[in-house]
């Protein structure tokens, strides 16, 4: 099956700073890679996600990108702010798949 | 809309006792999920169903079991508490052909003594 490594575990930077988020899959017959952030005692909520035909995908200060030939992909945020603190979780699924395969989670602090 | 709730908020459950977590949506989402959190190994699925009357087991399936009656409800049950199985549970759900894309429930903190 699918097995999805993420890392860092934990990664501290400050406010203002970039923080990048890098995940590697084993499917290759992955094809949606989508990213949930987490906010402490909060529900995970679907921030942005990448389809396997796409390189790269940008939302505001949010960009992922993704190598299919590497099989990794990443969650990149600029000018970080203190509400960007949260469990980042990237995940993978395929067409005909019934679950998503997460990652263990990033724990983002950024510090003023 | 209430979108996908729990219940309850928070337990504290004898070993070797029963429980039954809540969970409805009124999305009406043909997909459900459930899930346990504990912490450094994120995200684990116990349990799926992709439409009313069928379920699935996902990574940890064992000592946990599920039914899926209709489209906006999926209990998750516990028959017989270890404290093991102290975890935050969430539920979720997608629609049909959306998997990547999940809401999830505000989640049940379950304590086994």
């Known amino acids: 099956g699918e097995n999805v490594e993420q890392h860092p575990s934990t990664l501290s930077v400050q406010e203002g700073d970039s923080a990048v988020i890098k995940c590697t899959y084993s499917d290759s017959a992955s094809n949606y890679f989508p990213w949930y952030k987490q906010e402490l005692g909060k529900r995970p909520q679907l921030i942005i996600d990448i389809r396997s035909n796409v390189g790269e995908k940008k939302d505001q200060r949010i960009a992922v990108t993704l190598n299919k030939t590497a099989k990794h992909f990443s969650l990149h945020i600029t000018e970080t702010q203190p509400e960007d603190s949260a469990v980042y979780f990237c995940?993978?699924?395929?067409?005909?798949?019934?679950?998503?395969?997460f990652g263990k989670g990033t724990s983002l602090l950024v510090t003023p | 809309t209430a979108g996908i709730t729990q219940a309850p908020t928070s337990q504290i459950l004898a070993a070797g006792r029963s429980m039954t977590l809540r969970c409805t949506q009124d999305?009406?989402?043909?997909?459900m999920y459930w899930y346990r959190q504990d912490l450094g190994l994120g995200l684990r699925l116990i349990h799926y169903?992709?439409?009313?009357?069928?379920?699935g087991k996902g990574e940890v399936p064992d000592g946990y079991s599920v039914s899926r009656a209709n489209t906006d409800d999926f209990p998750l049950t516990l028959a017989s508490a270890v404290p093991s199985q102290t975890s935050v549970y969430f539920c979720?759900?997608?629609?049909?052909?959306?998997?990547?894309?999940?809401?999830f429930g505000p989640g049940t903190r379950l304590t086994v003594t």
């Open positions: 999305m009406r989402h043909n997909a």
């Open positions: 995940a993978a699924s395929t067409d005909s798949g019934y679950a998503l395969n």
């Open positions: 979720a759900s997608s629609e049909a052909g959306k998997l990547y894309e999940q809401y």
């Open positions: 169903s992709n439409t009313a009357g069928t379920t």
